[in-house]
């Protein structure tokens, strides 16, 4: 894993943020956001590291109820109340987690930043971007929906997976657990690396070995119901990014949200699934960094505000 200081931060409301940067202070920011239940080390060191070298002040950063940020003090809910978008009266949204992703941006300074969110991150980022447009330099939204009924759905075969499975009660178990889920829904058009789940899921359990925000979190997405509607007032330059083999958002939520936001484009990755494999890697910094120099004169205001 990559070595950068980690640092915490008061995003606002009672949430504090860890996050990490790399690149030089004085480039344009891009902010990483990570999607359900994983922490920011998520974002492959390849991708991170390539962004920077190519120009970019880069910060990725654990959500609130993973990692070393801020977990919620109720109990996680079950199943059932799940889908109903939580039972709790502090139960939060998506809406909420994208202000935490606004008070990160206050914190580091950051008047406006490119957004680069992958499953609940990108639907984190499309909320930032529709409510906050002024914040948002560009928008790329990876492997992700809109939160429209039948939209971007989960194979049977991966619902079946996530119904059956059994928390962790060890490091070696919630290793082999993500080694089993990955195999499923990732990229089946590159080669696994099975190393890097195991080194990921290590590092995870190490930072944090409780599962219980990933119930809330799941809870806050089922809350939002479809953001349809309000994507469609999105004015900010967008891409939508998604694999053709991907098992846990359905190829038809990538090209559901590019439908949804005005003007946006939608580039499919064949054989990528619900990852980011080492293969796709230069192919995604390009679609990245392109998509952001679209914005030049955007890009030559933010480095001057650093």
């Known amino acids: ?97 994208a202000r935490d992703t606004v008070g990160l941006l206050d914190a580091l300074g950051h008047d ?28 790329t939204s990876i492997m992700s929906n809109t939160g429209a009924p039948r939209i971007g759905r989960p194979a049977p075969s991966t619902w079946w997976r996530m119904a059956t499975a059994k928390p962790p009660r060890s490091r070696a178990e919630a290793m082999d657990a993500d080694v089993k889920m990955f195999r499923h829904i990732g990229s089946h058009g590159y080669p696994f690396d099975e190393a890097w789940v195991r080194e990921k899921s290590g590092v995870a359990w190490n930072r944090d070995p409780r599962p219980t925000g990933v119930a809330r979190q799941l809870a806050g997405i089922f809350a939002s119901g479809d953001r349809t509607v309000e994507l469609g007032q ?27 936001i005005p003007g946006a484009r939608l580039e499919t990755i064949a054989g990528m699934g619900h990852d980011l494999p080492a293969g796709a890697w230069d192919g995604l910094l390009d679609l990245i960094t392109r998509h952001a120099a679209s914005t030049r004169v955007i890009d030559t205001e933010l480095k001057e505000q650093q």
């Not at 409301?13 to 239940?37: H, K, M, N, S, T």
């Not at 639907?123 to 560009?138: F, K, Y």
């Not at 999105?234 to 949804?260: C, E, F, K, Q, Y």
Request: charge should be positive; charged fraction near 20%.
């Open 1 to 97: 894993m990559a070595q950068a200081k980690q640092s915490v931060v008061d995003v606002g409301r009672g949430i504090r943020l860890c996050y990490e940067q790399f690149g030089d202070p004085g480039d344009p920011p891009v902010v990483l956001i990570a999607g359900l239940g994983q922490q920011l080390h998520s974002w492959p060191d390849g991708l991170v590291t390539g962004l920077a070298d190519r120009g970019y002040r880069v910060t990725r950063f654990d959500n609130r109820d993973v990692g070393r940020s801020t977990h919620m003090p109720f109990p996680p809910p079950g199943p059932l109340a799940i889908l109903r978008g939580g039972s709790h009266a502090d139960q939060y949204h998506l809406g909420d987690m």
């Open 234 to 260: 999105i004015d900010v330059p967008t891409l939508v990014i998604h694999g053709d083999r991907d098992r846990m958002v359905n190829p038809s939520g990538g090209a559901a949200t590019a439908r949804a």
């Open 112 to 139: 406006r930043a490119h957004l680069v969110g992958v499953s609940m991150g990108g639907m984190i980022a499309q909320t930032v971007t529709a409510r906050h447009p002024g914040r948002v330099a560009t928008l």
